[in-house]
């Protein structure tokens, strides 16, 4: 999905697949693509037709052992992460035989792709979840060994108050996770739903870990100790899978599809004017009120 100047604008995708003959021609670069040094099976965002929009977006099977013109980048080096490599990929005059367009036509890669991205969003925050459990873990038996000032960190006060918070938080998180995975093995996990999981889970998990990490003091900030790496590793879980912003965004639109005439910003009938005037209203019929009680 992502290229060098696109993340999670999908419509701004600038690698084509142009019709050739009974095939296409693929051209366009991608860059932060897990397991791109090693994957022989790819399948690639394209634009089937650039002037149609979404609408225009298809994707393409490209199988890199008999592909000329495709070349691996470089693997990229990150922040956190190290175990998954990510990487570069380049498409030079690729061609694909027709049959590598996934879909019986063009044009459904936009629509193939949203009704996949709530499993992926669900995926990365069952990831969180899981490392949020294992950090509270790892820290409550830390601070049951570890002794400062003749007691162990445990009996402190603000040590047992901050992991309570924790705990509590972790645990709402738990409940929330286990709806979603039950509503996604019924068929019924929405784009919505799965958005507020990722954005709500990513961001308490970067809360919880940071909040766990101070407990170890400085050996949580020393590579050796499990806690530093969960730290590296769980920043960038707010970024990939659609940035929580975009999470937001999505959630966002669901509430105001009510008022929303065509997605294109027409208001209905309730507009940001007669809400005024109707609270206008109810201020001036409160006070009334007010005044003759006195």
């Not at 999670?8 to 296409?24: E, F, P």
């Not at 225009?56 to 691996?72: I, K």
């Not at 459904?108 to 949020?132: C, K, S, T, W, Y």
């Not at 286990?178 to 961001?203: F, P, Q």
């Amino acid at each position: 999905m992502s290229e060098p100047g696109t993340g999670s604008d999908l419509q701004g995708v600038r690698t084509t697949a142009k019709k050739s003959g009974n095939g296409y021609v693929l051209n366009g670069s991608k860059t932060f693509i897990t397991n791109g040094q090693y994957a022989n099976l790819i399948i690639v965002i394209a634009k089937t037709d650039a002037s149609a929009g979404a609408k225009g977006v298809s994707l393409m099977v490209v199988e890199t052992e008999d592909a000329p013109g495709f070349r691996r980048g470089r693997k990229l080096k990150k922040l956190g992460l190290d175990s998954a490599d990510t990487s570069e990929l380049f498409f030079e005059d690729v061609k694909l035989p027709a049959e590598n367009l996934l879909g019986s036509e063009e044009g459904q890669g936009f629509a193939q792709l949203m009704n996949d991205l709530p499993r992926e969003r669900l995926i990365v925050a069952v990831h969180a979840q899981a490392m949020i459990e294992r950090a509270l873990a790892l820290t409550i038996e830390y601070v049951k060994q570890r002794q400062a000032f003749g007691k162990k960190i445990i009996e402190f006060q603000n040590t047992q108050f901050g992991l309570a918070e924790c705990k509590s938080e972790a645990t709402i998180a738990r409940v929330f996770h286990d709806h979603c995975i039950e509503r996604y093995l019924n068929g019924t996990l929405d784009t919505v739903t799965a958005s507020m999981a990722k954005y709500w889970l990513t961001d308490l998990q970067g809360k919880i870990i940071d909040r766990c990490l101070q407990f170890f003091g400085g050996y949580g900030y020393m590579e050796e100790f499990p806690i530093s790496r969960m730290y590296r590793d769980a920043r960038v879980m707010r970024i990939y899978a659609g940035t929580n912003e975009i999470m937001k965004l999505l959630i966002a639109r669901s509430l105001c599809a009510r008022m929303m005439d065509d997605g294109y910003g027409a208001l209905h009938e309730v507009t940001a004017l007669n809400l005024a005037t109707q609270a206008l209203a109810a201020v001036k019929s409160a006070t009334s009120s007010t005044r003759q009680v006195r």
